[in-house]
């Protein structure tokens, strides 16, 4: 017999939460999970909404057409303030439905595929080297997220976008106010300075052509009419912000596991051909985005002998779904002889990561280079006193300093 969910539950824990550990998820995560694979938390705002934690109730909701990511919608959830912003709200792609979604989709796919990204590895490789360097001519110490976690993906996504290189520091400051604002107004602002760069870009582009994706889609696609310029800067901000912090929390989060766990990291050191296995295991354990989705329910939904309302608020947890002991045996264990890629670090369905391809070839090369020509690498600090991000500055898990040594 179906079981409905009491509407309004009260004393659903709030979500986000701290972590204790940078790598692991929140302790009070463990009782939700508990609970089985559907729970409630309670959003800043004192919305109650559903947690999915289970691996296949949480890919059978994001394959589910009657679940919406559009973030116009009213009654679609916001999981911190800043997700109030307008400029929250109106992000193309990620918060679309079909069938503007797909057709943004269609015009981005093959900039993104897995062999126009391994085209890129030479240039990927010279930005990882050139930072290496420059942390091996001024340090020890360092700071591991400013002076390389930080940068390494800005570089690339700068390259991919086409964004001239004297622009670099403005964006990666611009996009982490945009990510890590407490309120919306902090992030509308830094939105505002994002959009008016781009836009002014894109426009220069028409006339003035360049390398990369925003010179390609402004002489392909807004010139004939496929694409509105207005789309396009969307498209340039996105792609921004969604590939920059992301990439730059994994590789961070990911050296502090591997300097956490030395043994593996020493197998990863013997031999190259692990790293594969080695960025999936890192990609399953830290899950940056901590969600793999946010959505909202268009019709009544049932799942694990429940039902989801039309109107309730879903949030599918990554974090939760990758440790689901149904899929992975010892789940809790930071495991790199695993196999398989059973894990919901780039969400499922059809707004799964755009740029997945390009983040794993990024964290590859970033680990290899880095354990390789630093192997003495070390945490100047012990790992659980890197101060963790608060909850609710963002939902992108990470650390903002990591002094390290050699
Ligand atoms: C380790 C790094 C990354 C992680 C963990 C990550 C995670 C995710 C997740 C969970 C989603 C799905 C969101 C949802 O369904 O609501 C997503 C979508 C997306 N990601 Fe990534 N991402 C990463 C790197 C990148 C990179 C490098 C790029 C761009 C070059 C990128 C661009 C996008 C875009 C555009 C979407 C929206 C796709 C759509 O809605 O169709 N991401 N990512």
């Not at 020890?140 to 002076?147: E, F, I, K, N």
């Not at 086409?162 to 309120?183: I, K, N, V």
């Amino acid at each position: 017999m179906e079981i409905t969910a009491p509407q309004g539950l009260s004393g659903a824990p709030p979500f986000p939460q701290q972590r204790a550990c940078p790598y692991q998820p929140p302790p009070a995560y463990e009782q939700l999970g508990a609970q089985g694979p559907l729970s409630r938390v309670t959003l800043f705002d004192g919305r109650v909404v559903w947690f999915v934690t289970g691996y296949p109730e949480a890919r059978q909701l994001l394959a589910d057409p009657r679940i919406s990511a559009d973030r116009q919608r009213p009654d679609y959830p916001a999981v911190a303030p800043r997700f109030q912003a307008e400029v929250a709200k109106r992000l193309v792609l990620i918060g679309m439905d079909p069938p503007a979604h797909d057709e943004h989709r269609r015009l981005l796919n093959p900039d993104f595929s897995r062999k126009r990204v391994a085209s890129l590895r030479p240039v990927v490789q010279d930005i990882v080297d050139h930072y290496v360097d420059r942390m091996l001519r001024t340090g020890p110490p360092a700071d591991l997220v400013r002076d390389f976690a930080l940068p390494v993906p800005s570089r690339v996504i700068s390259e991919v976008l086409g964004l001239p290189h004297e622009d670099l520091e403005f964006f990666q400051d611009a996009s982490r106010r945009l990510l890590q604002a407490t309120t919306g107004e902090e992030s509308q602002e830094a939105g505002r300075e994002l959009i008016g760069y781009l836009d002014a870009l894109a426009t220069r582009r028409r006339t003035e052509p360049g390398p990369g994706l925003i010179g390609r889609l402004a002489r392909e696609d807004v010139a004939t009419g496929r694409l509105s310029h207005a789309d396009l800067v969307q498209i340039a901000l996105v792609i921004l912000v969604a590939g920059h912090e992301t990439t730059a929390s994994t590789i961070a989060l990911g050296a502090i596991t591997l300097l956490d766990h030395p043994e593996q990291l020493a197998r990863m050191q013997a031999g190259p051909d692990t790293v594969p296995a080695v960025v999936e295991e890192i990609l399953r354990c830290v899950a940056v985005t901590d969600l793999a989705g946010v959505r909202v329910a268009t019709a009544d939904i049932p799942v694990a002998g429940q039902v989801i309302r039309a109107g309730d608020g879903v949030l599918l947890s990554a974090t939760m779904a990758n440790r689901d002991g149904r899929v992975h045996q010892d789940p809790q264990a930071f495991d790199t002889g695993r196999t398989g890629r059973r894990q919901l670090s780039f969400g499922y369905g059809i707004h799964q990561c755009l740029g997945q391809s390009l983040a794993r070839l990024e964290l590859e090369i970033a680990f290899s280079t880095l354990f390789t020509r630093i192997p003495a690498l070390r945490l100047a600090v012990p790992a659980d006193r890197l101060p963790t991000r608060p909850p609710g500055s963002g939902t992108v898990q990470g650390v903002n300093e990591m002094p390290v040594t050699w």
